[in-house]
């Protein structure tokens, strides 16, 4: 599932290759997709116009738009969500394409022409394509960000110490709240926690500051590492989450369990929950 450094591979390419390039048709024809919109909608209102930036909160992405005309007022942000598997495929003029977003199945059946979601042609021929096999992935005009917290690049470490120490919940659950935290998913989550040797079902409030920065300088680093390799499941334990799986670093069994209502899996020895754990 894209996480944020998948989002930003999507981001980054839309804003290196899709910006600027007239918008002459839409097809927004998939109507679970585009909801609420009815098919038509996102056509009348980005025909015409370009994408002048492109950018993310957490796992939500956004494109703005230009007006009509020069004079006109800009146009709506399309909001782009990659749901569980999408991914952008941008072509250009020259029919060269390029993609984006979660990685790409080395298995990979032909691609079947209905799974491409959501497309713009540009007026030079090329296209800006969502592509999503499980059609979990969303387009939307003026998606809600407000209701996400800080995006999980971008939060500082003040205010990640006071998202994550406070109430009494898991740790784990707390850090894939998207509205408090916006980008960490479950690949995620389990890299940043195995980082930092802290157990997922630690109470937040049980937290002390050290346990808190030393998360935030797991978020960083496994974010960056992320980033740079592809995607969440380049991550340190991701090859260990398995049953008989034993810890990278320490050689220790690997523990399986559902934290937050997730898959979850932990090292047994240096991510032992103490007392007074989420059960
Ligand atoms: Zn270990």
Redesign the pocket.
Known sequence: MPELPEVETARKLIADEALYRRIVGVDDADTFVCRPHSPGELRDALTGRVLTAARRRGKTMWCETSGVSKAAEPGPDLGIHLGMGGRIIVTSKSGQSFEGGGPSRRDAQPRKPEWNRFTLDFADGGSLVLFDKRRLGRIRLNPDIDALGPDAADVTAAEFRGLITKGSIAVKARLLDQSKLAGVGNLLADEVLWKAKVSPAARTASLQRKDADRLYRALESALESATAKGGVHTGDVIAARHPGGT?P????EMIHGTVGGRSTWW?S???APSPGAVG
Do not use: T
């Open positions: 810890c670093r320490c050689g220790a090292c020895r240096e991510q």
